[in-house]
């Protein structure tokens, strides 16, 4: 098993990517600690597997996120799963929806992983792997604006993390998902006059025709955090169907 005997925090583990990260994680051996702010979904998860420890929790709130890893103690890896996707243009993004994407998709990754690290560095080792996105980093999308600057933000990041700790043993990568089949994803969908033809153009986004799966975004989770990837920091890693190589 490749995470035998290390300690996972995952955020947003509820649903979507987190939660079949979280049950990956613990089929390779890993106990995990789960947070998300959906009680129901994490009590569903916990359910699974003795393994998983969940808590609710809101992300945004720095100091319940420092009461939790003072309580906690430290962590091998670290998954920064969490993410809002705001809908609009520049001009049509308001304060809110702004000061919203960046409270969740960046300052509460910031926050986490500043906790985190200490621990990590005391152990001589850890992963932290973020969550961005294909779209502000590889390729744009139409009325994304928030979402591509915090996603933007997200890959900045991790490449400063992992420069600045490579020397602490600290490894920090980030995914660049497509789109990706989601519970959150389909509540986006069902806001169209016609979710199903809302689905199948944007599954025609990506050259493979298809939407991405929870499982194969958790696969690569699940490498970034393992020992297989040791010789691997710093690198924001695509997994969008080829939508950033000559997508349309």
Known sequence: MRLAGKKALITAAAAGIGRETALQFVREGAEVWALDIDSGGL???????????AQVLDLTNTGDLQSFIAS?????????????VAHGDILSCSLEDWQTSFDLNVKAMYVLTKLVIPGMATAG?????NMASVVGVGIAAPSRFAYSATKAAVVGMTKSVACDYVSAGIRCNAICPGTVDTPSLQARLNAFDDPEKARAEFAARQPLGRLGQAEEVAALAVYLASDESAYTTGVAHYIDGGWSNGGR
């Open 43 to 53: 009590n569903s998860l916990a359910a699974e597997t003795a393994q998983i420890k």
């Open 125 to 129: 080792a850890g992963s932290i792997i």
């Open 72 to 84: 906690a103690g430290s962590f091998d890896i670290l998954f920064n799963c969490a993410g809002y």
